[in-house]
């Protein structure tokens, strides 16, 4: 089987320069290699995720000149493209994990975690969970559920390190208490966790390279983990450096005037756009307009960049004038 990538967004906003930096590289990995890509709607998050953000992203992607193979607007063979539509394979791997054993009933809540003088945290808002709810036995539980809890269903990690090779960063090795150890796959309000959704995603329609950013590089042994549980082997991984304001901060939904929508709107050409990624890619030796097909013709996963990408203050302006230029493509 030949490369299968996929560009898994959630439509929980619109996509921003950030998101276009990393489906650009995403879709060139697959590309370059002649392989298949699918479009996976993560609307996992039903408090989040709204019907007219799905159908904005579509719009941006396809304003930037990516394509796909199989989606929740063409179809495929491993559909369903949307995990909303999913909820129930979700449900039927849970319980085996249960059955089984490889996941148990936990009843503390994030405040009782953070207050734990014992838990030391990966961050501000990421304890190491202690085991608390590891070893309880039926009385236990009964005593938790009679308080009026509801479990949430967590993970068992053990205490061996997993390892993997990154294509950008190269190998890396983690040990539990780095990814804060047994971690929940379905939350107590009955919504499962992205790092089981998306593992059973990838497994279940043979995606064999993931694309994505660096941020959520010490997530991957979590999913490790639940690769293991399934008896799936993992994809080739490629985590990419991120795109952050003139002020260093990551890009998020919330800055609105990164939106592609506004750019379009501004009168951006999409070449523009691509155009910068591709020469901030390593891709192309000057700044100039181009189409997402060039740079599949010199796309190398191997020299990408390390190091973060950092907008100007006038990126508008400068997106702006290289509209204006003759493209290359």
Known sequence: MGVRGRLAPSPTGYLHIGNAWAFLIAWLAVRAEGGSLVLRMEDIDPDRSRREF???????????GLDWDEGP??????????QSDRLGYY??????????????????????LRSMASAPHLGEHVPVYPGTCR????????????????????????????????AVYGRQRYVPAEWGGDFPVRRSDGVYAYQFA?????????????VRGRDILH????????????????????????????????LAKRHGHFELRRLREAGV??????????WKAGLLET???????????????????????????????????????????
């Open 54 to 64: 799905e159908l904005g992203i579509v719009e941006d992607l396809k304003w930037l």
């Open 91 to 112: 449900g039927q791997v849970l319980d085996e994990f249960i059955r089984s054993g490889k996941v148990y009933p936990c009843y503390c809540t994030r405040k009782e």
């Open 287 to 329: 700044c100039v307009p181009c189409r997402p097909e060039l740079l599949a013709a010199r796309f190398r996963k191997e020299n990408l960049p390390h190091e973060d990408i950092r907008l100007d203050h006038d990126i508008l302006s400068l997106l702006a004038g290289i509209s204006e230029q003759g493209s290359l493509a």
């Open 269 to 278: 050409a999409p070449q523009a756009l691509v155009g910068f990624l591709g």
């Open 219 to 250: 997530c991957t042994p979590r999913q490790l983990v639940i690769y293991e549980a399934i008896g799936a082997e993992p994809p080739a991984y490629i985590h990419v450096p991120l795109v952050l304001d003139a002020e260093g901060e990551r």
């Open 135 to 166: 070893n309880l036995d039926a009385a236990g539980q009964r005593h938790r559920e009679a308080s009026g809890r509801a479990p949430a269903q967590r993970m068992r990690c053990g205490e061996k390190p997993r390892t993997f090779v990154d």
């Open 198 to 210: 998306v593992v059973l995603d990838d497994a279940a329609m043979q995606v064999n390279q993931v």
């Open 73 to 82: 607007d063409s179809g495929g063979a491993f559909g369903p493209y949307r």
